[in-house]
């Protein structure tokens, strides 16, 4: 009677453990899954070509000054036909302080943004009047006036200012991450992808715009979210608009006028 209470003792141990087992191995198998359960085929994205270097426009951009005409800018305040006023030259365009400010005919929304821009190489001045200039992502204001959200142009190689006042900040919002400037006289760039931002029917806000910047390739702001409008005095707010036109600035200091080259954008 012992041995067969023995033999029935092994027969359930050995029947425990094969359980065991088998449960574990199924454990195993669902946790593993189907992983076509967490596969997407659709929808796919569309086929851009890029260009031969990321300089270049990709095959969806919109080319807005490629060095030969500023048909797709005018100037700046309530005359919308009249045409912009900057030098284009050797394949660059220069700002006319005197001509002021252009903006761009169209309106956009969201978008992706590359822009290059050169200080002269013979700057003058100190602080915020030398190389003074700034990309209004959108300009909301059609009178001349400088109404939007500016990202800084200035010339920051061994020129010190006001931090959040300087090349790469949101003005007067966001101080840049890094100082990447090159010296004057030597090409720089900006990528930039922009997203305005929504008002509700009401007309209160409803998402704050953001802007994500590298200059000379170092990113300088980081998904950074707008109070409102940049302000030279006070403090930021937002006031419901819709698509906008981009400005770039002709500042008032007396330093060298920049000069441009190479913008385009893609809508996003």
Not at 75 to 104: L, Q, Y
Not at 142 to 167: M, R
Not at 236 to 263: C, M, V, W
Request: hydrophobic share 40%; proline share 6%; net charge neutral.
């Amino acid at each position: 009677m012992y041995a067969i209470a023995s033999l029935s003792s092994k027969k359930i141990y050995f029947l425990f453990l094969g359980f065991m087992m088998l449960a574990s191995l199924v454990s195993a198998q669902k946790a593993k899954g189907d992983p076509t359960l967490t596969e997407f085929y659709s929808p796919v994205p569309k086929i851009v070509t890029p260009g031969k270097t990321d300089a270049e426009p990709p095959s969806d951009a919109l080319v807005l000054f490629d060095g030969t005409d500023l048909k797709l800018w005018r100037a700046e305040g309530p005359d919308s036909t009249k045409a912009a006023g900057w030098k284009v030259h050797d394949h660059i365009m220069t700002v006319d302080k005197k001509a002021k400010g252009i903006m761009t005919r169209e309106r956009f929304r969201d978008f992706q943004l590359h822009l290059e821009f050169q200080i002269p190489e013979n700057i003058t001045g100190s602080g915020q009047a030398r190389g003074n200039s700034g990309i209004f992502l959108a300009c909301i204001s059609d009178s001349g006036s400088d109404v939007g959200y500016e990202l800084q142009i200035l010339d920051n190689y061994n020129n010190p200012t006001y931090v959040n006042g300087q090349v790469g900040s949101v003005y007067k919002q966001a101080v840049p991450l890094a100082n990447p400037s090159r010296k004057p006289g030597e090409w720089q760039n900006y990528e930039v992808v922009w997203t305005a931002p929504r008002f509700k029917d009401d007309g209160t806000l409803d998402s704050a715009a953001r802007v994500t910047v590298f200059l000379n390739g170092v990113l300088v702001e980081n998904n950074f979210i707008l109070k409102g409008l940049t302000q030279y005095i006070g403090l930021p707010y937002y006031t419901r608009h819709g698509a906008a036109p981009i400005k770039l600035q002709a500042h008032g200091d007396p330093s060298e006028p920049i000069s441009f080259r190479n913008i385009w954008l893609r809508k996003l």
